[in-house]
């Protein structure tokens, strides 16, 4: 059951899809309102556990901190901050009584989940124009079913997205890319896709390419696609202000840009220096900024990756003028500690500083809106317009979308990646913690770079964050420029080591395309906690870092340095796979309880649930190489199971066809039958 209450005069965000009636917001159930609808509070009992939030800080039950969902263009993902590059205002309350609550307020909310007082939830809309949505139900899964049919289908990107993929910060031009590919095929590592950061434009200005560096640039991707690699460029959210730019020219002549409080456009920096933002809030603007992918498209693109879109500034004019005005105080001064520090923060407060953030305004349906009011809906309109743009330019098929800011609603039109994080075990183990909070809020493509963005990353951790990896349904590995080169041949020895891993991800791709989609389609997750499966179970819902992918696997990571093993705990029997290679590997059966399992540094233990199946394949270098006609099946059955597999052509839209459904089934003789299938299926 949703109920929908309405506060003040709510810009319309456009994160739900259902038409609901507003009702009378004086019984909210378990919710308490201040006066004006700016606080909302409720008690929390001791066994309660708090869910949601998406892309956030900490763990996956969010009781204890304060958080605030303000997109934020921050690196530094430490346990103190409290917003990262997401912003999703959806969170369950589970325990003696179970409902959720969605604030679609596009402006900064601020959550206090028993920060102040543990037994207390304090939710702060400073802008209380807003809409409340309370959802009850039997379960914390029933629940997120009905809150993803509240706010519409998970994007579904092509099935060659799903494959491996390999990014830097930079690859400068097409024989460096070329080399790339070789060493991954020479050394026999799967690979779908190679990302081009922001080094192949023509000084960074959007939708150019670097004529120098890629001289004929659809004849580059024509060969790539022919050695089975996709090319995904990245987009971002500034325009550069230049003469002659015909994205720059275009936009001011049709008056696309944010303005300033005077009504002239916004003027900022980013990579190229002074920028204007496109108004992608908008529906004009998205139609014009959108057509511009066309130029990459014609050119045989078929995917993307949006970045900035929070958006970052490095600065401001009117900031950086200010800045060094009062700079002219310090000229000459014995800087103590305190003056030091002041002068620090000085100029540290020149990159996305909420003054600007204050400064600059939106036109949304005729009306000026200052971009602090709606600043979170910024990278969703960006990704929305490439949306919007992909079915009037390719109807009828899909391209790979992925943003690094995001709202509730965005899940529509792409997926994310968690940004920029570091080459910190802890960063691999928040990445664990949170799939299932992005899940929960529609946002199924996800995943985080591998191995870390930042810092150097070493042999260990990038190996046990490809064993997480082969699991997140977007898998790349990413590297700022000035760190260590993270290629996976770059390693020495290791090097077959992560061969062998990411081979794993392939023969796991029939199963893991299965249950993405039948995520997507029937509005589920795709990764859940054990709570979600066993909320009964006292143990299992308090566990963070074991996670069921699917209906059939439950994974538990190795997140720690030097560990050559866990403590794991199974809620029932399961059956232990301690995989090596596709064809390497051990099989034990676990009783219920807690174990402690060795692991490797090159194992991946995979757990499959009693009286399920899992389809693999034999594996591939490539997702379109992989033979659906010579299937393989993994399971834990003594009586026999049955599983839906869903498979399709991976690029159309025709996700209902009845072809794209198949029975599996085990029966207790342990004979195996697929319906509607035509090729061969053997138990490993």
């Excluded at 006066?35 to 996956?60: A, W």
């Excluded at 095929?185 to 960074?204: A, Q, T, V």
């Excluded at 004929?216 to 325009?239: C, S, T, W, Y």
């Excluded at 770079?449 to 042999?459: A, L, Q, R, S, V």
Aim: hydrophobic share 35%; with cysteine.
């Amino acid at each position: 059951m949703i109920r929908k209450f309405v506060f003040g005069t709510p810009i319309n965000t456009d994160a739900t899809v259902l038409h609901i009636p507003a009702e009378d917001p004086q019984d909210i159930g378990e919710v308490i309102l201040s006066g004006d609808g700016s606080e909302l509070s409720c008690k929390l009992e001791e066994q309660d556990i708090v869910y949601g939030l998406g892309e956030q800080v900490r763990g996956i039950n969010k009781r204890g901190w304060s958080y605030a969902s303000n997109c934020a263009d921050d690196p530094l993902h430490t346990e103190g901050k409290h917003s990262l590059y997401g912003a999703h205002n959806f969170l369950i309350i589970d325990g003696r009584r179970c409902f959720g609550l969605f604030i679609d307020a596009p402006g900064k909310v601020c959550f206090d989940i028993g920060y102040t007082e543990h037994e207390k939830m304090l939710i702060t809309i400073p802008e209380p124009d807003y809409v409340l949505y309370y959802i009850a139900g039997a379960s914390v899964t029933e629940i997120v079913r009905e809150f993803r049919k509240l706010t519409g289908r998970s994007y579904i990107p092509p099935k060659w997205a799903f494959g491996f993929g390999q990014s830097r910060w930079s690859y400068m031009n097409e024989e460096e890319i070329r080399e790339l590919v070789r060493e991954y095929r020479d050394n026999g590592i799967p690979l779908d896709s190679i990302y081009l950061d922001i080094d192949y434009m023509d000084h960074y200005k959007d939708f150019t390419v670097n004529e120098e560096a890629f001289p004929d640039f659809p004849g580059f991707i024509k060969e790539m696609q022919n050695e089975r690699i996709h090319l995904v460029p990245i987009i971002d959210a500034g325009v550069k202000q230049e003469a002659g730019y015909s994205v720059y020219e275009e936009g001011t002549a049709e008056n696309c840009f944010c303005k300033d409080s005077d009504g002239k456009d916004f003027v900022a920096a980013v990579w190229p220096g002074k920028a204007l933002f496109p108004d992608v809030l908008n529906p004009k603007v998205r139609v014009w900024f959108g057509n511009h992918y066309k130029e990459l498209i014609d050119a045989g693109i078929e995917g993307f990756w949006n970045d900035m879109n929070e958006p970052a500034i490095f600065y401001s004019e009117k900031r950086l003028r200010k800045v060094f005005g009062q700079i002219e105080a310090y000229k000459g001064k014995n800087l103590d500690i305190k003056s030091f520090f002041e002068f620090k923060d000085l100029v540290g407060s020149l990159d996305n500083n909420p003054e600007d953030y204050a400064s600059f305004y939106h036109d949304m349906d005729g009306k000026k809106v200052r971009h602090d009011r709606v600043h979170n809906l910024f990278g969703f309109n960006m990704t929305r317009a490439a949306g919007e743009a992909f079915d009037r330019l390719a109807p009828g098929k899909r391209i790979l979308m992925f943003s690094r800011s995001s709202y509730i609603g965005m899940h529509r039109y792409g997926g994310i990646w968690t940004g920029d994080n570091r080459a910190w075990w802890s960063h691999l183990e928040l990445s664990i913690k949170q799939m299932p909070s992005l899940n929960m809020c529609g946002f199924l493509f996800c995943g985080s770079d591998i191995g870390g963005f930042g810092d150097d990353t070493t042999p260990d951790l990038m190996m046990r964050w490809l064993e997480f990896g082969i699991f997140t349904p977007l898998m790349r590995s990413h590297s700022a420029q000035g760190t260590r080169l993270q290629e996976l041949t770059r390693f020495g020895n290791f090097t077959q080591d992560y061969a062998r891993i990411v081979s794993l991800r392939y023969m796991l791709m029939p199963y893991i395309y299965s249950e993405y989609m039948k995520a997507a389609l029937k509005d589920a997750m795709y990764i859940r906690p054990l709570s979600f499966e066993y909320p009964r179970d006292e143990r299992a819902r308090t566990v963070e870092d074991q996670l069921l992918v699917g209906e059939s696997i439950m994974i538990a990571p190795v997140y720690q340095q030097n560990a050559l093993g866990r403590y794991v705990y199974l809620p029932e029997k399961m059956k232990l796979y301690r995989f090596r290679s596709e064809c390497d590997y051990d099989i034990e059966v676990l009783q219920a309880g807690d174990h402690y399992v060795k692991a490797d540094l090159c194992e991946v233990l995979l757990f499959v649930r009693p009286d399920k199946l899992v389809i693999l394949s034999r594996g591939a270098k490539s997702v379109s190489q992989i033979n659906t006609n010579q299937l393989y099946l993994m399971d834990y059955s003594e009586n026999g199971a049955k599983y839906d597999w869903y498979d399709d052509d991976g690029v159309s839209k025709t996700y209902a066809l009845p072809q794209n459904w198949h029975t599996v089934c085990l029966d207790e003789k342990g004979t195996v039958s697929i319906g509607n299938y035509e090729g061969m299926v053997n138990r490993i």
